[in-house]
């Protein structure tokens, strides 16, 4: 008979029936073998064929040890924990501190090694103890690179080092006979399944969040080429509906379903194979892709790896893993249907563990009610509640004012001064502690008893910006628990959210070159803002409630209500005070005037070329304008910057359609990764030598990392900026 879901033969059912009953068809067992502890273990110890199991750890370990030097970043580690560096970091637990940057070379050495060995099978027990504990190590150590691939990653690993994945195409297995081919338990499968089958199902309930539902998480995201063929039949909005939120949606609340059942199981790998192999294009989220196509054959027949060895050549298949039936192991229950059938206690601990692990996850995404000063706008740190992808952000304007508490002065730190990551705007922890650190380097630079404020600006999810913390509180002492709500963070104005819709007819009101600057603040704030000399046309105007509108260097105070507006003077400071008692909504209206006139002027650069060219300009250039036309500047003639500018944009565009080819694109691609694992390779040696014989003359150590840095030929110049891009106003 065909295989059932959990990888054993269906035998007949127990009831009156001649056939296997309805749940057995379904679920691979009869729901009796739940109703008894004892029945429920023996079930957990079904004997199962290894084979998919040993190719799972086989293509992890590979991913996780191409990993290491990408997103774990061993490729630019010096770059995050130089010796000496001055920088604020973000660990979960205070006590967590980076290694010497030799030591840590060391540490990630051992996690790439522990890889290796968890996909050869070598020594596994061990590697997968070296892989696992660098790996928590460095995660705990920054909670700017959480992500929920990366904790899934762990989670993985963790449940691997449990687990007999090393009885099938091992190294192990050539010199214990006793494991190689042999027998693993049911529950070896179901954890992993169970694991992945919460990461879709918990990310498909995250998604029922109204903003998702309403389609605003994404709302660029129909305009990739990917999804090119869905706009021939769609609207680029309806795409981002039904396509990318509502095909997302469905997709997650359905995928663990049917990659369970038999039946449904090849239709679902096909959806969720085009799905990852999407993800792998859309984002940059490292193996995460990958990962997650290497655990569709948990779902599968356990023995479908020797199916594919089977059909190898015979001369092939003396080095591949075996494909005889496995042979029995005492992990197993062979008992037959006795009533306690010979059950071990490690089996009962296996089997409590499994359930417990299970309610464990089930329990954690929704966990935030305990731990609620990491609550924000969102709850808790991104990266193990599996809401990937729900909320998206948009940084309008972020500023950082320290105040001497001794003398009273005021500062501007740079945002982002002394951090490696930006990820700390939009989380209280991370901007209590970085307010801390901030308190110890600020002395050195003559700053006494530094108070530390910042105002964060952010919207989430084509909201209104707005303020994220009160820019009124010294955070360097303002209280803070991982267990209580945090008090100076302001509320997300949700009584807005309907406001979207109308922002969004709004923009599209407004012409090519006019762009806009929706701003929602609270009663007694106020928004100190300068305008630009390049945004010669800006104006305000008000939605909802009532502001003051203080024009710092005239002197003037202005009142506007819900409708009212007013022109802003370029290169000048303003202050907006919202003064009615319910939340203000106002937006800025500008115009890039610079960048407009210089798009104007490169236009009849282009126009007075084609004329040249097709005869219809009689006149001659100019000397300064004959680059134009290919040929060299006549001596002693200036170059002209617009003429400059018009050639590298030329250049540039021609550079761009030489390299669109697929051929070009595979061969960046590849060169960009060969010299990163290559400077990850000659770096760790470095660190090696320099703890195993001492480090060399600084001279030579330099001469060394650039060597290691050296990408072979010298790569073209970045263009420079063309310094019209259109920007906001700079709150």
């Excluded at 429920?40 to 199962?48: A, K, M, Y």
């Excluded at 504990?133 to 080092?161: E, R, V």
Aim: proline letters at 8%; one cysteine or more; hydrophobic letters at 40%.
């Amino acid at each position: 008979p065909p295989p059932s879901p959990t990888g054993t033969p269906k035998s007949p059912g127990t009831g009156t029936g001649t056939g296997p009953g309805l749940a057995r068809r379904l679920l691979g067992f009869e729901l009796r073998e739940l109703t008894r502890w004892h029945r429920f273990v023996r079930l957990l110890h079904r004997p199962q064929d290894p084979a998919a199991l040993g190719a799972f750890r086989a293509a992890f370990g590979l991913l996780m040890a191409l990993d290491v030097p990408q997103e774990r970043g061993l490729g630019h580690l010096d770059q995050r924990y130089l010796d000496g560096l001055e920088v604020c970091r973000f660990p979960l637990l205070p006590f967590l501190a980076p290694l010497p940057l030799d030591w840590m070379y060391l540490l990630y050495t051992v996690m790439f090694l522990g890889a290796l060995g968890i996909m050869l099978g070598c020594c596994y027990r061990l590697s997968c103890v070296a892989f696992l504990c660098p790996y928590w190590y460095l995660l705990l150590l920054d909670k700017t690179s959480w992500n929920n691939h990366s904790y899934l990653y762990g989670l993985l690993g963790f449940q691997l080092a449990l687990l007999g994945a090393d009885r099938y195409g091992s190294v192990d297995g050539l010199f214990r006979p006793q494991k190689r081919n042999a027998h693993v338990p049911l529950w070896n499968y179901a954890l992993l399944r169970a694991q992945v089958f919460i990461v879709y199902f918990i990310a498909g309930l995250k998604k029922l969040d109204a903003d998702w539902v309403g389609g605003f998480s994404m709302g660029t995201l129909a305009r990739h080429w990917l999804f090119a063929p869905f706009r021939l039949v769609l609207s680029e909005e309806l795409t981002s509906r039904l396509v990318v939120h509502g095909g997302g949606l469905v997709l997650d609340l359905s995928a663990g379903f049917l990659l369970f059942f038999d039946a449904t199981r090849p239709l679902a790998l096909v959806f969720v194979t085009y799905f990852h192999c999407m993800n792998s294009q859309l984002f940059s989220i490292g193996m995460f892709s990958y990962t997650m196509l290497a655990t569709n054959g948990l779902f599968c027949r356990p023995e479908w790896p020797r199916g594919l060895v089977a059909r190898c050549p015979r001369r092939l298949q003396a080095w591949l893993p075996s494909t005889e039936p496995p042979q029995p192991s005492p992990d197993c229950h062979y008992g037959g249907r006795r009533a306690r059938g010979g059950l071990r206690p490690r089996q009962h601990l296996a089997a409590a563990f499994t359930i417990l692990y299970v309610l464990e996850q089930l329990f954690l995404p929704y966990s935030h009610f305990i731990t609620q000063g990491y609550n924000n706008w969102t709850n808790g740190l991104y990266g193990y509640s599996w809401d990937m992808m729900v909320h998206s952000r948009f940084h309008q304007h972020v500023k950082i004012t320290y105040r001497d508490g001794l003398t009273g002065e005021v500062g501007y730190l740079k945002p982002g001064a002394f951090t490696q990551s930006r990820r700390w705007r939009d989380h209280a922890d991370m901007l209590k502690q970085y307010s801390a650190c901030l308190s110890r380097l600020l002395p050195r630079y003559n700053v006494s008893q530094p108070q530390i404020y910042f105002d964060v600006w952010v919207s989430i999810n084509e909201r209104f910006q707005q303020r994220l913390v009160d820019p009124r509180v010294d955070l360097v002492r303002a209280p803070w628990s991982p267990w209580t709500p945090t008090p100076w963070l302001l509320p997300l104005l949700v009584d807005l959210s309907p406001w979207r819709q109308r922002l969004q007819e709004l923009e599209a009101q407004l012409d090519g070159h006019t762009d806009t600057v929706f701003i929602a603040d609270f009663p007694g704030l106020h928004l100190e803002n300068f305008v630009s000399e390049d945004l010669g046309n800006t104006s305000l105007r008000v939605l909802k409630g009532q502001v003051l509108v203080e024009l710092v260097e005239q002197q003037q105070n202005h009142s506007l209500q819900e409708g009212q507006g007013m022109q802003l003077p370029a290169g000048q400071y303003h202050k907006v005070h919202t003064v009615s008692p319910e939340p203000s909504c106002y937006m800025y209206l500008y115009v890039n005037t610079t960048a407009m006139e210089l798009e104007q002027n490169l236009t009849r650069l282009r126009e007075l070329r084609e004329r040249v060219r097709n005869g219809t300009e009689q006149a001659p250039l100019p000397p300064e304008l004959r680059p134009l036309l290919g040929e060299p500047l006549p001596a002693g003639a200036p170059l002209d910057p617009l003429v400059s500018l018009f050639l590298r944009r030329e250049q540039r565009q021609q550079r761009r359609e030489r390299d669109s080819s697929p051929a070009q694109r595979l061969r960046r691609f590849l060169r960009r990764k060969f010299f990163l694992f290559r400077r990850s390779a000659l770096m760790t040696m470095i660190a090696l030598r320099n703890l195993a014989l001492g480090r060399p003359a600084p001279e030579r150590l330099a001469q060394e990392v650039a060597f290691a840095s050296w990408r072979g030929e010298e790569e073209e110049a970045r263009p420079e900026s063309d310094g019209g891009a259109p920007r906001g106003p700079e709150l």
